[in-house]
């Protein structure tokens, strides 16, 4: 009997990562938004074996969505930013005019995009307006879509690269970079400034703390001529992803076109954010959508895609008061507060003593955490933690309340630790190690408590020796608490968010227990299975090798992922594979059971 478990087994082994290479497909959906109401222009398939995460709503999401399949139940959910908003902030120490202030235009339509599981497909995309002050409330209900690919093929893909691989996608934000306005020629000056860009974004709090908490690809779009159009110069040239100054009337405003930037980024599987260089020295920038920004190579506009992050990453709000006609607030963005009662301060954690609330902009509080009035394009009514922080003004730091949002955020889609539990059986002499693959921070902040049962083991080890002795019979749970406790995590919530508990069910007991009462009736049974099956074990053998040999060209007969060759074959020439080994197993069980009778 066990030559059958153990026949099954490698062959499940050979079959299982072709199962597991044809993995859950993602799936886009890009959304036409305007005043006129919210319309579907497309779904189509742009990666597969991805796990879509689910994220929760943020302060600047205009718009929330559900998605119930064909039994009603509720299978995926989220939010996105209105697309017809476009940042044009750009306010600094180096840049004050009020034109350069002037915050953000609003456009007459705009383009969303929303990535949804594989398991969507067949249901019902249900999109809701959110009202001011709703966290995770939906409002009235503004469009449903039935979810059926629309059959397009994904659109052509240009080379790419991994500037930095810190981990699996699934547990990881992948930021892509995309070049516009680099010609072929051009192509090893885009890789330079991509990498000069992601040095210069995760130089900075908090994301250099962070780093190996992103993965970093670039995309080598290729345009026919340099540069990015200039129309207020009559100067236009011709670019693949179409970017252009002068938007909106703005010289600053600098846009790729939505369409094309999104099937650009399809080139990397399981991308979040969108980061474009323009191949231009001219000061400029902009970002939409909530997780797409744009700048040039100027060397202030970085500022602007670190500054864009905020928004992208935790929602944060911009906190400068240059006013802003028919913005709807939302109380839940994690810096600002429209309440003046110090006793309900959101970051009163951060609040140290003798600091007057609310907080006159003086120079001794200069460095304080307090409740300092006009933010988000409003002078009055409305409080920021910090006199200065880079979502005021550019070129600072983001202050402490910010940082801690941003990590907050990370952690909302990330574990800090890429390891999972699971079920040990263990026999007397038996030891197996329990270990922990943690994220790195540069802080080295994470650490772990051990739990046997409810018993305390032991603090910051990333690994566990199980000795089966120790223990003695039975069955047992080991619990790891991974928890962040970086300096730069207060408040409650962020410290929730930033642990995970991972449990193992262990059981101790004799080895041989389940056969010590083997008669000799089945003893026999067994060696006229152990007969059958070395004929099926040749079989099987025999036919490994032929599929060896007719994969030979290989080279050392792996693919891409290291598995066997068999994992070449399509998914469902493995799967009758496997049914074709199920019913030859099933059918010498049946043989040896008749030759007993």
């Known amino acids: 009997m066990k030559r059958i478990v153990i026949a099954f087994f490698v062959l499940f082994i050979f079959s299982y990562p072709v199962f597991l290479s044809a993995g859950e497909g993602q799936y886009g959906v890009r959304l036409a938004v305007s005043d006129d109401g919210i319309f579907l222009l497309s779904i189509k398939e742009i990666s597969s074996g991805i796990h879509v995460r689910q994220k929760s709503l943020k302060g600047r999401d205009a718009f929330s969505f559900e998605v119930q399949n064909s039994d009603g139940e509720l299978v995926h959910s989220g939010g996105f930013a209105d697309p017809r908003l476009v940042s044009a902030l750009f306010g600094s120490s180096f840049l004050t005019s009020k034109e350069n202030r002037n915050p953000h235009i609003r456009l007459e339509s705009g383009i969303a995009f929303v990535r949804l599981p594989e398991s969507s497909l067949g249901g019902e995309l249900q999109i809701f307006a959110r009202g001011a002050g709703q966290k995770t409330a939906k409002g009235r209900m503004l469009a449903s879509f039935g979810i059926v690919p629309d059959g397009q093929t994904k659109a052509a893909e240009f080379d790419k690269e991994t500037l930095e691989d810190n981990g699996p996608a699934e ?19 885009l890789t330079q400034n991509a990498e000069d860009f992601v040095e210069s974004f995760a130089s900075q709090q908090p994301w250099s703390d962070y780093r190996k908490f992103f993965n970093f690809h670039l995309v080598h779009v290729v345009s026919a001529e340099s540069g990015a159009d200039h129309p207020s110069q009559d100067r236009y040239v011709d670019t693949a992803l179409d970017s252009t100054f002068d938007y909106m009337g703005l010289e600053r405003l600098l846009v790729s076109d939505f369409e094309k930037t999104i099937e650009a980024a399809d080139t990397v599987d399981g991308w979040d954010y969108i980061f474009v260089l323009v191949n231009d020295y001219t000061y400029g920038g902009s970002g939409t959508a909530g997780y797409m920004a744009v700048t040039s190579l100027n060397q202030y506009a970085p500022e602007i895609v670190v500054h864009e992050s905020g928004h992208m990453v935790a929602g944060l709000a911009d906190e400068y008061e240059d006013p802003w006609d028919g913005f709807e607030p939302a109380e839940d963005e994690p810096n600002i507060t429209t309440d003046s009662n110090p006793e309900n301060l959101k970051w009163s954690v951060w609040v140290g003593e003798n600091i007057p609330l609310p907080t006159p902009e003086a120079a001794k509080y200069e460095s304080a955490i307090g409740m300092f009035e006009g933010a988000r394009y409003q002078a009055q009514d409305i409080y920021r933690p910090k006199m200065n922080c880079k979502m005021r003004e550019l070129g600072q730091p983001f202050c402490e309340v910010c940082r801690e949002a941003l990590i907050e955020a990370l952690y909302e889609n990330i574990s800090p630790c890429d390891s999972v539990g699971g079920d040990i059986a263990l026999y007397p002499g038996d030891e197996y190690i329990l270990q922990l693959d943690l994220l790195e921070t540069a802080a080295d902040s994470i ?46 919530g962020a410290l929730l968010a930033a642990g995970e508990t991972i449990v193992w069910n262990v059981l101790v007991q004799e080895e041989g227990t389940s056969d010590g009462d083997e008669t000799e009736s089945d003893m026999e049974t067994d060696a006229h299975e152990d007969g059958d099956l070395e004929e099926i074990d040749g079989d099987i053998d025999s036919d490994q090798a032929e599929l060896e040999a007719s994969d030979s060209g ?22 009758c594979l496997l049914i074709f080994g199920l019913v030859a197993i099933l059918r010498r069980i049946a043989n040896c059971t008749c030759k007993n009778v």
């Not at 083991?457 to 970086?486: C, F, P, W």
């Not at 080279?555 to 799967?575: E, K, N």
């Open 171 to 189: 547990n990881r934000l992948d930021i892509v970079v995309l070049g516009d306005g680099y010609t072929l020629e051009q192509q090893d000056e």
């Open 447 to 492: 650490s772990v408590e051990w739990y046997l049962d409810d018993e305390i083991l032991s603090k910051r080890d990333d690994k566990l020796v199980v000795n089966a002795d120790e223990l003695g019979m039975g069955s047992y749970v080991i619990t790891a608490h991974v928890q962040d406790i970086n300096p730069m995590l207060k408040r409650e």
């Open 554 to 575: 290989s080279g050392d007969g792996t693919g891409d992922d290291g598995c066997s060759t068999i994992s070449g074959l399509s998914p469902f020439a493995a799967f």
